[in-house]
Nanobody, 119 residues
């Protein structure tokens, strides 16, 4: 049905930058939102950033201007530009799509891409 493929996770030093990508494929009728979540070891999954169909964006409080979510609508792809990375940003980052597939709402997740911020 719907597949989400993330890429871009890596080991980066504190203060560095990374750009994550998530490409959605499949037979979906309509995408309402696409988002990035993250889950650090021993912690709950949390919202990093979300972009709605109309282009509205929202971010987790911890982002504080460091990250930017964007999208290429034609490619059904979203990106997360992460700057000024901190060790506490270390986590598995998951892509999420919420939309309609075969006229039914659905919530879809990618496999995750690992980001490690360490010197």
């Amino acid at each position: 049905q719907v597949q989400l493929v993330e890429s871009g996770g890596d080991l980066v030093q504190p203060g560095g930058s990374l750009r994550l990508s998530c490409a959605a494929s499949g037979r979906f009728d309509f995408i309402l939102t696409m988002a990035w979540y993250r889950q650090a070891p021993g912690k709950e999954r949390e919202l990093v950033a979300v972009i709605a169909d109309g282009g509205t964006t929202n971010y987790g409080d911890f982002v504080k201007g460091r990250f930017t979510i964007s999208r290429d609508t034609a490619k059904n792809t979203i990106y997360l530009q992460m700057n000024t990375l901190k060790p506490e940003d270390t986590a598995v980052y998951y892509c999420n799509l919420f939309g309609y597939v075969s006229r039914s709402p659905g919530d879809y997740w990618g496999q995750g891409t690992e980001v490690t911020v360490s010197s």
